[in-house]
């Protein structure tokens, strides 16, 4: 197995991958509190059971194949076949590579090919001289939010009106490479 840059995704790789989604049995409960001038939010376990697929669409993978064309996107391949991507996005403003999306097959979780495309995403913020890696995913995608937080990620911020469903909260998360 190898990780190289990813240069285009052409078809649906994702057809025979596996789960293209998750399922849990624990999610993080979000509760906001505001009283005056103090607004606080909240992050607790729960046990409760989520389940939510992915239907990919061509005008998603034109997109990220937009975001790949800017080069620090990777893949990771299995005898010559891609098995994992990370497709990131440059984001000049603000000086950071965000993390647009994350996939392993489902036959290969569970074998370090996301730490090892953490390792890769790092170095090419680094070579990038960003100041910050970062992430978005859901509340209710528990080994997400987990993964991240063992690769070093802190929570950093929460919107609670991104998604459509009213059980999700966008989590974001950030990896600081100036520490």
């Avoid at 607004?39 to 607790?44: D, Q, V």
């Avoid at 978005?136 to 991240?148: D, L, M, R, V």
Wanted: some cysteine; proline content about 1%; overall charge negative.
């Amino acid at each position: 197995m190898e990780i190289l840059k990813l240069e285009a995704l052409s078809g649906n790789p994702v057809l025979n991958w596996g789960l293209n989604g998750y399922t849990t049995d624990k999610i993080f409960v979000v509760s906001a509190i505001e009283a005056g001038t103090i607004f606080e939010f909240g992050l607790r376990e729960k046990r409760q059971y989520y389940h939510k697929m992915w239907n990919s669409s061509d005008e998603d993978f034109d997109r990220l194949n937009l975001i790949i064309s800017q080069g620090h996107s990777f893949g990771a391949f299995y005898n010559g076949e891609l098995i994992a991507w990370a497709v990131c996005d440059f984001r000049a403003w603000n000086n950071s590579l965000f993390i647009e999306t994350i996939l392993v097959s489902e036959e290969f979780r569970g074998q370090s090919i996301g730490r090892l495309l953490i390792k890769s995403i790092h170095r090419e913020a680094r070579e990038l001289q960003c100041r910050i890696v970062e992430v978005e995913t859901q509340n209710t995608n528990y080994s997400a939010i987990k993964f991240f937080q063992k690769a070093g990620f802190i929570i950093t911020g929460i919107n609670t009106k991104l998604y459509n469903h009213s059980t999700e909260t966008a989590i974001f998360m950030t990896y600081d490479l100036l520490r």
